[in-house]
């Protein structure tokens, strides 16, 4: 059974410009959430998504977004990239309110 | 709002220890707990999950505790070794669908 997928595993952007992150669940779990993994603040909690509606979202910027398709397949948006943002974006899926699994994240490196 | 505190931030034994990470909460309506493991610059792996109307779980050498009148969770790992030394995680679910992590416990096996 192949895990949350992630892509792409490494980006370098510019300040100012815009990115966009990609997840693919678990097969059948309809429920993908999305953290930022920083060393100074840790995991912190960006959304969540289910059956295409974000459910709850975390305090950020609205220069983060996000969405799910109709696949569950989740992607997240960046834009005006600050070098603050740069980070280990992490992608997690679930059945319901259960376990948790993660993806092997993104790392975004703005320059 | 859901405070996660972990101790130590650091822990370094021989080989064949037995030992026991620290994990507690401020917000005893917890509806799990989950316990990841983090390898540097990778994703979390998830190590076990604690549901509220439970009071353990156990995988292997490992064993998680959870007591929600004291917020508190234990994590032991039984008989150490070198390849368990990783960035240990836990991370509290209040049922809003948002995980709420602590900062982690690094640990290094030494053989």
């Known amino acids: 059974k192949a895990g949350v997928t992630q892509t792409p595993r490494y980006l370098i952007k510019t300040r100012g410009q815009q990115v966009t992150l990609s997840c693919s669940p678990i097969?059948?779990?309809?429920?993908v959430s999305w953290y930022q993994q920083t060393p100074g603040q840790g995991l912190q909690f960006l959304f969540e998504y289910f059956s295409e509606t974000q459910r709850n979202k975390g305090n950020f910027p609205g220069r983060f977004s996000g969405r799910q398709f109709s696949n569950s397949r989740s992607e997240m948006n960046v834009s005006t990239l600050e070098l603050g943002d740069s980070a280990l974006y992490l992608c997690?899926?679930?059945?319901?309110?259960?376990?948790?699994?993660f993806g092997q994240g993104t790392r975004l490196t703005v320059v | 709002k859901q405070e996660v505190t972990q101790i130590p931030a650091a822990l370094s034994v021989p080989e064949g220890e037995n030992l026991v990470l620290n994990c507690s909460f401020t917000d005893s309506a917890i509806y799990n707990l989950q316990w990841f493991r983090q390898d540097p610059g990778k994703g979390l792996t998830s190590l076990l999950l604690?549901?509220?109307?439970?009071r353990e779980q156990t995988s292997g050498r490992l064993n998680a505790s959870l007591d929600k009148s004291s917020g508190r969770s234990t994590l032991y790992i039984a008989a150490s070794q070198p390849g368990d030394s990783a960035t240990y995680l836990c991370a509290g679910d209040t049922g809003r669908r948002a995980l709420t992590f602590g900062s982690g416990t690094r640990l290094q096996v030494q053989p």
């Open positions: 997690a899926s679930r059945r319901g309110s259960t376990e948790a699994f």
């Open positions: 097969s059948g779990h309809r429920s």
């Open positions: 604690i549901q509220s109307s439970q």
